[in-house]
């Protein structure tokens, strides 16, 4: 037991290290979501109000939602799969699977409110090995990707706008992530980590021919929008399939649609 505890109390010991050596960037993170959470929160009255529906943004059940479906994001968020055409930490994982579904359950602030709510259970339990660049790269580009789609869904609920929502988010996940990596994440990671950022290109230029280690833009398009790209789509994919037959258990609304049809036909 005294063992354990001191493992917990070094890995907040670190945890607030890396705080203290990053403030201003770690104080940058924490605006980035606060902005990112009133824009959604924005667009969701007005689709609200487009749709002539006027309800709370939280609810209580919501919330339990919103919390469940962030402790499963965390967890798929731990296995994490390398891609051979990229460098060793840029890795597909499915955590925006159970988010996405949240989201369009419940708009994009309860999306925003769940990728937080994930980066900071994930910092609690693992801590962080990229001076929270990675972390903000998660949350941010996780964020471009469901609340693109949930807007878009937001506006008229029907299959074909859940099509053209995970389309819509796939795409643009794809452009903002691999912009964001370009101008932001990537020379802050070289600056924050320690790392030259010639290393990490000529890292990317190891395992993929198309990188130009003298080029930035070549690294980000040959290595992080192919990234992206599946992730977005796996994920769309995904959503899809399971969305509708777990919306109703989700919202409360009823049985699984599978088990009406079941019950009409029978009776």
């Known amino acids: 037991m005294t063992e354990f505890f001191g493992k917990i109390t070094e890995h907040f010991t670190k945890l607030g290290t890396a705080f203290s050596k990053n403030v201003g960037f770690v104080l940058s993170f924490l605006g980035i979501i606060v902005a990112l959470f009133l824009v959604a929160y924005g667009?969701?009255?007005?689709?609200?109000?487009?749709?002539?529906?006027?309800?709370?943004?939280?609810?209580?059940?919501?919330?339990?939602?919103?919390?469940?479906?962030?402790?499963?994001a965390t967890?798929?968020?731990?296995?994490?799969?390398p891609m051979p055409f990229a460098p060793v930490f840029y890795k597909l994982d499915f955590s925006e699977l159970p988010i996405m579904v949240g989201t369009f359950a419940f708009g994009p602030a309860a999306g925003v409110m769940m990728e937080f709510i994930k980066i900071l259970l994930k910092?609690?339990?693992?801590?962080?090995?990229?001076?929270?660049?990675?972390?903000?790269?998660?949350?941010?580009?996780?964020?471009?990707?469901?609340?693109?789609?949930?807007?878009?869904?937001?506006?008229?609920?029907?299959?074909?706008?859940?099509?053209?929502?995970?389309?819509?988010?796939?795409?643009f996940l794809t452009v903002f992530g691999t912009a964001f990596n370009a101008i932001y994440l990537l020379p802050a990671f070289a600056k924050l980590y320690g790392m030259p950022l010639d290393a990490i290109l000529a890292m990317g230029a190891e395992v993929n021919k198309l990188v130009n280690p003298e080029s930035i833009v070549s690294f980000v398009i040959a290595c992080v929008a192919p990234l992206n790209l599946i992730k977005g789509a796996a994920n769309s994919l995904i959503v899809?399939?399971?969305?509708?037959?777990?919306?109703?258990?989700?919202?409360?609304?009823g049985k699984p649609a599978a088990n009406r049809k079941k019950e009409s036909v029978s009776a």
């Open 123 to 171: 910092l609690l339990i693992k801590g962080t090995s990229t001076a929270f660049v990675g972390e903000l790269a998660n949350f941010a580009v996780g964020c471009s990707f469901v609340v693109t789609a949930s807007v878009i869904y937001d506006f008229k609920k029907n299959k074909k706008a859940a099509i053209i929502a995970c389309i819509g988010g796939t795409l």
């Open 43 to 72: 667009l969701e009255k007005l689709a609200q109000k487009r749709r002539g529906v006027n309800e709370k943004v939280f609810t209580t059940r919501k919330m339990a939602i919103v919390g469940m479906f962030s402790a499963i």
């Open 75 to 81: 967890i798929l968020m731990m296995f994490e799969i």
């Open 240 to 253: 899809l399939l399971v969305y509708k037959p777990l919306s109703p258990i989700i919202k409360g609304t």
